[in-house]
């Protein structure tokens, strides 16, 4: 079976883009191609496009290439506008300073509880971050200590927002910049299943008869911080947690530790399997509903219903001084379902956490297996 192609976040494309237009910049050269290292270790090599330079500034960008995963930003341009901020005044740091915003195309984020504050351009923390270390990367390499303007841009970018949940997660204006690791994985379905049970069945060769599962990476610095626990190491099931499970079963494990962010498993107290959004999202209903069963006034329930995010409603939550009962309760409902696929051949345990608040619910012997799991590691 052919295997599917990578592609390159948004998040990859803005960085090489100002890259590109920095050096150009503080150089004065051309620069028609522009190497970036991701996240992920895999280098990015991309084209540049569109030069537009004066003394002050110099734009470019580069394309979107989303790979074989079917994405409403693949072929657009990334642009980055780089220009000196004399405003800054005298540099005092060793090191150039960065500052970025979004242009034209890019959203602003309206809500709380999303990556970035309100009134910031939607681009999230690792973009920033890639963006900020190669710029600086070429400030360093021509002994540049001032202070340099990033615009990052995307022309249509209002329109393929409307595309997706930006305008519902109260990002207006455009598209998010995003991307954890730089790249992004091929999510035909079928192609990520098969993936997984591949994985599955390295981990039962190993000897192993438990097994680590999560949605995705998100949280990675949690667990670490938390429990220690690399959570690279867990097999990724992305949407497929139904799916996951019964593979689970089928390659003979006796135990799996689901761990993830409550956004993807609240679904699951719904008895919600697939947790894309295309399958089914009631996070607020599920919520809402936990919570007027332990007695959340009906005003406060209503509150939770309007949100966007469940970060947002958490911090609703919070102020009742009953999240942590809403939250055994919800955990309750996701260990009846959990248990109701895994059958009587596989223990299942689970950990819940945000961003924002850490740890909300686990159940009862999920730090145990947790412990098992990192000793077979």
């Not at 394309?63 to 506008?81: H, I």
């Not at 060793?94 to 809500?111: H, L, M």
């Not at 999303?114 to 390499?141: F, K």
């Not at 680590?212 to 998100?218: E, I, K, L, T």
Request: net charge negative; with cysteine; proline share 3%.
């Amino acid at each position: 079976m052919k295997s599917l192609r990578y592609g390159f976040t948004t998040g990859s494309c803005a960085a090489a883009a100002a890259k590109a237009a920095a050096y150009m910049l503080l150089t004065g050269r051309t620069k028609t191609e522009i190497m970036i290292q991701t996240p992920k270790g895999i280098p990015y090599c991309a084209k540049v496009l569109d030069i537009c330079r004066t003394n002050r500034e110099v734009s470019c960008a580069v394309e979107k290439d989303g790979g074989d995963d079917p994405d409403v930003t693949t072929g657009s341009l990334v642009y980055a506008k780089v220009s000196m901020n004399h405003d800054a005044g005298e540099a005092t740091h060793s090191e150039a300073e960065v500052k970025i915003d979004g242009g034209p195309g890019v959203g602003r984020v309206t809500r709380p509880g999303l990556d970035q504050p309100i009134g910031n351009a939607a681009i999230n923390r690792v973009p920033r971050s890639m963006i900020t270390y190669e710029v600086r990367e070429v400030c360093r390499s021509v002994d540049f200590h001032g202070s340099l303007q990033v615009e990052i841009s995307v022309p249509g970018g209002e329109a393929l927002a409307a595309r997706t949940f930006n305008p519902r997660l109260g990002i207006k204006g455009g598209i998010s910049i995003l991307g954890t690791t730089g790249i992004v994985e091929p999510m035909s379905e079928q192609a990520l299943v098969d993936t997984i049970l591949v994985e599955l069945r390295q981990h039962r060769a190993m000897g192993e008869d438990c097994i680590a599962v999560s949605p995705g990476n998100y949280g990675l610095d949690y667990m670490k911080h938390t429990y220690g626990y690399d959570l690279d190491k867990s097999v990724k099931c992305s949407n497929f947690i139904g799916d996951t499970i019964d593979m689970t079963v089928k390659c003979g494990f006796q135990k799996m530790l689901l761990t993830g962010h409550i956004g993807k498993l609240i679904k699951i107290s719904g008895g919600i399997m697939n947790t894309h959004s295309r399958e089914g999202d009631c996070r607020m209903e599920l919520l809402a509903a936990a919570a007027l069963l332990e007695g959340v006034d009906t005003e406060t329930v209503c509150q939770l219903l309007s949100c966007a995010v469940t970060e947002e409603a958490l911090q609703i939550l919070k102020k009742t001084g009953k999240q942590n009962a809403v939250m055994e309760r919800i955990m309750e409902k996701i260990m009846f379902y959990l248990n109701k696929r895994a059958g009587q051949n596989l223990r299942i345990e689970c950990i819940m956490y945000s961003s924002e608040a850490g740890e909300l619910a686990a159940s009862s012997g999920a730090k145990e297996l947790l412990q098992e799991i990192m000793k077979e590691h």
